[in-house]
Each structure stands twice: as C-alpha cells, then as structure tokens.
C-alpha cells in the first residue's frame, strides 16, 4: 500500500473518527498507571482477548510498570458480522494455568457482555487469586448481562465501531483512531 493510499485509506470520508489518537494515548497512559498501583507486590497475569485486543494490549502493557506476565484466549461472538451472533465459541484456549494467579483480562469492548460472562465464568472455575477486567470500550446501551469491568478506557453510545483493533471483515484493525462508519454496509470486507 502506497503512502497516499494509505492517507486516503485512514482519511476514509465514510469513517467519523470517535476517539482520536491521542485521546486513546492518554487514557491508556492512565489506566497503565492505575493498574500499576492497584497490582503493585502482586504477579499480573495479562489474558488478551484476540483479535481485537491486539492493539490495546501492546500499549496497555507498555503503560504497566509491574513485572507481567502474557497469555491470549481466542473468543468469538461476532464471525465476520458486525453484530454478535450470541454464540459465544472458544476459538484458542489458554497455554498456561490461571491457578494461583492475579488475572487481568483485556478486552476491546464491552458489548452485550455475554463473551465476557462466558470466559469470567470460565476462568474463575480455574482457581485464580484474582481476576478483573480491563476493556477500551463499553457499550452500556447494549448490555444483556451485567459484567463488572473496573478499567473502561471509553464509554462509547450504541455504534458500530472500527479501529485500533477493531475490525469488520478482518480490515480496519489497523486506524490508529476509533471510528463509527457512517454506513457500515459500505465498508471493504
């Protein structure tokens, strides 16, 4: 992709940016630090939700001054729609015990909240010390499960969004910005 495809690419006319690049720099910076200080003498274990909290966490962890360790669980509910099916399916499982450890699961976004419900309930049956999330998103309007996240990055109103590892179709992960499309339909899959 060329530079000016790319400049017309993020300059998408049909996508209204929601959260800038440096509104998401600055909020990550402070959960970074509030995480810090609520983890400090502890071990924090990340669990990253995949795909879409690819780009949170690599900057979300870079905020964190505490030793820290990795791990990723593939969940969907989505497939390729831009509406969660309801479904909720483990597509990549854990590679290390959650026994004994204080977890922090980072989330793109709190949606219905039934994907997170689901994990939560999982993972607490695998004896961890703690457990919390961590979500740049939350979607208060779209709730059909109460799910207790206690660092929202953004509280964001019903949209469909794209961006900073958010996608439709694979694609828009990549915006280094949050964006709502004006039509959703329109957007390359």
Do not use: W
């Not at 800038?20 to 502890?42: F, H, M, N, P, S």
């Not at 900057?59 to 509406?83: E, N, Q």
């Not at 964006?179 to 899959?189: H, I, M, T």
């Amino acid at each position: 992709m060329t530079a000016s495809e790319r400049a017309s690419f993020m300059g998408d006319p049909n996508l209204r940016v929601l959260i800038d690049t440096e509104q998401l720099r600055a909020r990550v910076q402070e959960l970074g630090q509030e995480i810090t200080r609520d983890y400090a003498g502890k071990q924090l274990h990340l669990v990253a939700v995949l795909k879409g909290a690819c780009v949170f966490l690599s900057d979300l962890m870079r905020a964190i001054d505490l030793p820290l360790s990795l791990d990723f669980i593939g969940i969907s509910s989505y497939g390729a729609s831009t509406k969660s099916s309801g479904e909720v399916r483990i597509t990549k499982d854990l590679d290390v015990s959650l026994a004994r450890k204080d977890v922090l699961v980072v989330e793109d976004i709190v949606d219905t909240g039934l994907t997170l419900n689901y994990m939560m309930n999982i993972f607490r049956s695998r004896e961890v010390n703690s457990i919390a999330i961590a979500a740049l998103l939350d979607k208060p309007e779209r709730h059909e499960i109460k799910v207790d996240a206690k660092y929202i990055g953004f509280t964001i109103p019903n949209h469909f969004v794209v961006g900073y590892g958010l996608d439709v179709g694979e694609l828009y992960r990549n915006l280094p910005f949050i964006a709502v499309p004006r039509d959703p339909s329109s957007l390359k899959k």
